[in-house]
């Protein structure tokens, strides 16, 4: 029997995770062979709806789930784990400036990096969620020197996808006749879509839809989507959300399709001129259960201006938490 990869959740009983967490322990993320050990954790306060929410992951009767950890204690959850799949943080509230979300979740986020580098597996493979999610990440990696920096990534995944939804929509196309999508930057409406090298059905997208449509239509639906679906549920996005965060894994474990890539924001090594070291999203090429950042795209004048607006964000977020990193 091949051992569990055992997976660390935080947020576990809030809305992305009720729908993420029987992805992931029916085979969704790691394979239909491979048995699953999930160790989630919650604040104090949500132990009784995480209990819950463990009662009926039990009576899915899984047979890949080999284990289930429900706890209080980051050490408990962040121990020998292969994964960790950072979901919970505190959300913005009613009067709430940026830098107080940015700073509240910095601390949360520099604990939890503090722990994990005393208990955690050097090569775990960390996708942070938990909005602001790049800058989360951004702390996580600073205050976890001994976990593989490579390793510390951020969710852009769930942009990715609306971003392939929007273009199927309009070409009237599978999505899977596109290939090449990209998000660049940060999880946040400066994020750049960019179709530039995007192929439906093996011809160039920009070929086949005007400039206006790509640069004031396409760009800004997904960049706002987020909030479009917050005015239509009355909360985030969470089974798409939960869907994206299979995808990134599944992704990143198993490599991407030949010929293609997936958008994933990682620590930037400086590519395409972006700061070292920001949490920066890339088109990128799974493969070995490692990613590479493609190289050499030509950028155009738009694209690399709105990618620089983006880095610019990061660089402020960055500094609004220097004292955490
Ligand atoms: P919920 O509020 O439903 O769940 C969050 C859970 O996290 C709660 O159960 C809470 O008790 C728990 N939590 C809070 N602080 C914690 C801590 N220190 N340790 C462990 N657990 C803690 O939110 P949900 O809809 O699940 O969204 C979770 C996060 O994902 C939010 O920050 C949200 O903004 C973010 N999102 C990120 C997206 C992305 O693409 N990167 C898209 C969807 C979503 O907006």
Known sequence: MTDPVRIAITGAAGQICYSMLFRIASGGMFGPKQPVALQLLEITPAMGVLEAVKMELDDCAFPLLSEVICTDDPKTALTNIDAALFVGAKPRGPGMERSDLLKDNGKIFSSLGKIMNEVANPDVKVCVVGNPANTNAYILKANAPNINPRNITA???????????????????????????????????????????????GKAAPSLVDESWAQEDFIPTVAKRGAAVIAARGSSSAASAGNAVVDHMASWVNGTAEGDWTSMSVPSDGSYGIQEGLIYSYPVVCKNGDYEIVQGLEVSDFIAGKMKESEKELLEEAEAVKEMT
């Open 155 to 201: 969710l852009t995944r769930l942009d990715h996808n609306r971003a392939m939804s929007q273009l199927a929509g309009k070409v009237d196309c599978s999505v899977t006749d596109i290939e090449k999508m990209i998000i660049w930057g940060n999880h946040s409406t400066t994020q750049v879509p960019d179709i530039s090298h995007c192929l439906v059905s």
